[in-house]
């Protein structure tokens, strides 16, 4: 990636860039949109964006960082909750289903397709980020007699690999189903799998709140 003017002025301008780009892209995919016809809604010029990204790709792969690492921020912060582990469980559903409803099918699949490289990057990361939370939750939760005594190890396995086979665009095409939907019932059925009969009510009641 090129170097950056990081003055407040220079900052604010990419801001601009990135924070409309990221919109539109998330919304509608990246694919069949050109730096010409972004820098047109922007109302500004092509060389303008070029002194910041060298390409659109350059501008995709800054969106999706910018995304992963927000993201992980909040994750972080979940992680560092003095909470009990489903408060934690539950705040963790909050920030995946908020991440996922800024997701559509044509910029996760524009990614696979037109940037494997960048999904490579993107499925790590998810896989990374998922497992450091839910390792967490499930051992606090099992110390806590809220989540059944089975192999930590393995109820995270399963979790991790639930959450990345769902949000993936050929299974939620063919189940005709969202992100956002996926998240929410992959979430309940495994932790009413995994939860122990106190941490079934407790999990019901406060899960019940947040749907609201």
Known sequence: ??????????????NKILNYASDKFMREGFYKSSMDSLAAELQVSKKTI?????????????????????TSEKIESVIMLKDDSLSKALRLFEI?????????????????????????????????RA?????????????????????????IHLFVSSLRSI???DFLYYQKMNYKDAIQH???????????????????KS???VMK
């Open 50 to 70: 070029y002194k910041y990204f060298s390409s659109k790709d350059e501008l995709v792969e800054a969106i999706a960082s910018g995304f992963m690492r927000n």
């Open 207 to 209: 899960f019940n709140k």
């Open 186 to 204: 992959t979430f309940e059925i495994l932790f009413n799998g995994i939860l122990t009969p106190s941490g079934k009510k407790v999990f019901k």
């Open 167 to 169: 949000v993936n665009p």
């Open 131 to 155: 497992y450091s939370a839910l390792s967490n939750i499930i051992h606090q939760g099992q110390a806590e007699g809220m989540i059944i005594d089975k192999p930590a190890e393995l109820i």
């Open 1 to 14: 990636m090129k170097s950056i003017d990081k003055s407040p002025e220079n900052n604010s301008e990419m």
């Open 96 to 128: 995946l289903r908020m991440a996922t409803t800024k997701l559509s099918d044509s910029w996760v699949k524009d990614i696979r397709i037109h940037q494997p490289g960048l999904w490579k990057k993107i499925d790590e990361f998810r896989t990374k």
